[in-house]
């Protein structure tokens, strides 16, 4: 069903949110950003996003005054803001004792700082029209403490922090927060990981969902319901919310899930080897 609802979205040059622009554009009307105007433009055109519906715009998200200008532009175009998604993330997995540094700045300033520039301009304008929805996407990491991917834990445990309070501070404005935190999604993001020995405890479920899994819920429940959080799926959600409880207990089962996931990963790995 179309609607007016204006939707600024970020991260749409790739995975979740590529995906999202062009199958929430047929019931909103999209304001596509990304830090990557090249893929941005050419994600367009692949995918056929249909311009009348969809405003591509350049957009990093750790730029305050990009978010600004973000703002601006989506008024100026469609006339309104109604929904804000911030899809836009970063992971690279490593162990603590062998990270970067520059990896600490890039995973906390694009995965947290920039999800906060995004709330803090996009909520005063929606605190002045007392309405509006923002949908903030987090991961299973905002809830259990995945071993080699602590960057990217401690970046989303802070996304649900910080999603929690603001939902709270702007519910007198009629303004709806929502997280959705699901388990590891078949993306490039994905793809990198397999790689990687560290992020074994990813491959660790039954299976990776697909970015169809993430738009079936936010056009089912999130969207239409405003819920204050969603885990996709709820089993594991439940998995990860023992974990989060009870941390003691879940490192002594972390090293089971650790060895699943190898197993995945080594599987993976072989159906990508050439064929002799």
């Known amino acids: 069903m179309q609607t007016t609802q204006v939707i600024v979205m970020t991260g749409c040059a790739s995975g979740i949110a590529r995906h999202l622009t062009k199958a929430l554009s047929t019931a909103y009307r999209i304001v596509a950003t990304d830090v990557n105007v090249t893929g941005l433009e050419q994600c367009a055109k692949d995918d056929g996003w249909n311009p009348e519906q969809v405003k591509t715009l350049k957009l990093d998200v750790r730029n305050a005054g990009e978010w600004e200008e973000c703002l601006r ?91 929690l309070a603001i939902a709270q501070e702007l519910a007198p404005y009629h303004v709806h927060v929502s997280l959705v935190m699901p388990d590891a999604v078949q993306t490039p993001m994905l793809d990198l990981q397999v790689d990687y020995a560290e992020a074994a405890m990813t491959f660790s479920g039954p299976r990776a969902l697909t970015v169809q899994d993430i738009e079936r819920v936010l056009i089912e429940e999130v969207l239409p319901n405003r819920p204050l959080e969603v885990t996709i799926p709820m089993t594991r959600g439940l998995i990860a919310r023992f974990a989060s409880f009870m ?26 080897a050439p064929k002799e």
């Open 73 to 163: 532009v989506a008024l100026a175009h469609f006339g309104r803001v109604d929904v804000l998604m911030n899809v836009a993330g970063y992971l690279k997995p490593g162990f603590v004792h062998q990270l970067d540094a520059a990896e600490v700045d890039k995973h906390l300033d694009i995965n947290t700082k920039g999800l906060i520039h995004g709330c803090r301009v996009i909520g005063r304008h929606f605190v002045s029209q007392k309405s509006g929805h923002i949908v903030n996407i987090g991961s299973l990491a905002s809830l259990a403490p995945a071993p080699g991917l602590n960057l990217y834990v401690a970046s989303k445990y802070a996304v649900r922090g910080f999603t």
């Open 247 to 272: 941390p003691s207990t879940a490192m002594s089962l972390g090293p089971t899930f650790t060895t699943q996931g190898r197993k995945k990963q080594a599987a993976i790995k072989a159906l990508r």
